[in-house]
Structure formats: structure tokens, C-alpha cells
């Protein structure tokens, strides 16, 4: 799977965008890039993925460049519950069978109040 | 839906002992999860893949006679350590896919190992 590369921490205001940037330049054509979250002590959860489209759930956007070797994470209204880790991850999509989630390092995002 | 559980959610035990951790997929069948271990202000790292109904495939450095995996339904999986000592707690954080058609996994709440 494609590394990726995230900034260490970032903070951003509550009620105020979050915007968590994830590079991933040696992306091939089949893998996708999903992004987890893991608040402290607990297991990470899901929140989007895609691959070349940008895609919207009740969570969160995800847009992906033209390229796709980078992409952004946007939290439209953050509150203090989205304090978490955010790892990005780019893996190939496995009808048929799993494939494995390989975790880097992650953004730890602090929303101030 | 796609919910996992884990249990139990905390565990303490005496150097020596082996702990079992349940993992289950509470409203789907799964038949692949994975089992992760996260030492403190580390990222996750993958144990061990377990597939409903064959042997598991651990990850290189991880001793497949030390972490007993069981996956005997499409709904449970199992990771028991044998005898843990103190370097063995951690917080161990189990996942399961959601099926055909979805490579999207869901993760269960984690279980929190400590060997004294």
C-alpha cells in the first residue's frame, strides 16, 4: 500500500472547518483513500473514503485532487467531541476478500473551544 | 449498523496466566478480522489476520505460539495470549470486515491489557 504523509498535530476553533491535508504522491490507479479516527482509549471509526470523486456523508468531505496524490479531510463544523488521532490511508479496494489497514502516524486534531 | 464489541474491555492479570479477548460482529457476518495492538502514544499496529474456518496469518515479529487466534464463526473471533507478562499490555483492538462488495472495516472498542 502507498505511504502517506500527514502533519503531526493541528488545531482549528469549534464551530470552524477543520481541514486535515494527507499527501499520498506514489498512489497507484486502484488503491483508495479512506479515513479513521481514533478518539483516546477508544477503537478508530470510520468516517469516508473514495477514489477519485469527492465524496460527502454526515461526517465529513473528502476531497481528493485531480492527481489524487493528495487529499483533504474537512470536518465542516468542528466541536470539542472531534478531538481525536485522524490517519489517512490509502489501500487497494478488495471485492472478494479483506485487505489490511496499515496505520501510519496520524493528525492529532485539538479543537479548541 | 456494522457494530463490533470486544470483551472484555479491561483486563488485569498475574504474569503467567493466559487472557482471552473476544471479538464479535454484532449485526453482520464477518468473515475476516484482524487484530491490532496499540502501545501508549503509538499508532496501531496489525497483529494478525483471522479468517472464518482456516489458520490466521500473523505479521512478521508477532510469535503465532504466544497470540492464539480463533475464528470458529463468522460472527467470533478470539486472541488469546499465553503466558502475558508485562510487556505484553496494551490495548488490543480488534476489527471486522463488512462483507462482499465492502472493504470497509469496522472496529470494535479495544480491550485493555494489563499484566502485573
Known amino acids: 500500500d502507498a505511504k502517506t504523509t500527514q502533519p503531526p498535530s493541528m488545531d482549528c476553533a469549534e464551530g470552524r472547518a477543520a481541514n486535515l491535508p494527507c499527501n499520498h504522491s506514489?498512489?497507484?490507479?486502484?488503491?483508495?483513500v479512506y479515513w479513521y479516527r481514533q478518539i483516546h482509549s477508544q477503537g478508530p471509526q470510520y468516517i469516508i473514503h473514495?477514489?477519485?470523486n469527492n465524496e460527502t456523508n454526515e461526517m465529513a468531505s473528502l476531497i481528493i485532487t485531480e492527481d489524487r496524490k493528495s487529499s483533504t479531510l474537512i470536518l465542516p463544523h468542528a466541536t470539542l467531541r472531534d478531538t481525536a488521532v485522524y490517519y489517512c490511508?490509502?489501500?487497494?479496494?478488495?471485492?472478494?476478500?479483506?485487505?489490511?489497514?496499515?496505520f501510519g502516524s496520524g493528525t492529532r486534531l485539538s479543537i479548541r473551544p | 449498523g456494522a457494530v463490533v464489541s470486544q470483551h472484555p474491555s479491561r483486563v488485569i492479570c498475574k504474569s503467567g496466566t493466559s487472557v482471552k479477548i473476544e471479538c464479535r460482529s454484532l449485526?453482520?457476518?464477518?468473515?475476516?478480522m484482524f487484530w491490532y495492538r496499540q502501545f501508549p502514544k503509538q499508532s496501531l499496529m496489525l497483529m494478525a489476520t483471522?479468517?472464518?474456518?482456516?489458520?490466521?496469518?500473523?505479521e512478521q515479529g508477532v510469535e503465532k505460539d504466544k497470540f492464539l487466534i480463533n475464528h470458529a464463526s463468522l460472527t467470533l473471533s478470539t486472541l488469546t495470549v499465553t503466558s502475558a507478562h508485562p510487556e505484553d499490555s496494551s490495548f488490543y483492538i480488534c476489527?471486522?470486515?463488512?462483507?462482499?462488495?465492502?472493504?470497509?472495516?469496522?472496529f470494535g472498542p479495544g480491550t485493555r491489557l494489563t499484566v502485573l
Open positions: 506514489t498512489i497507484s490507479g486502484n488503491e483508495y
Open positions: 473514495g477514489l477519485k
Open positions: 449485526d453482520f457476518q464477518a468473515t475476516t
Open positions: 483471522s479468517n472464518e474456518g482456516s489458520k490466521a496469518t500473523y
Open positions: 490511508i490509502v489501500r487497494v479496494f478488495q471485492y472478494s476478500s479483506a485487505s489490511k489497514i496499515i
Open positions: 476489527s471486522a470486515r463488512l462483507g462482499q462488495g465492502s472493504d470497509t472495516q469496522y
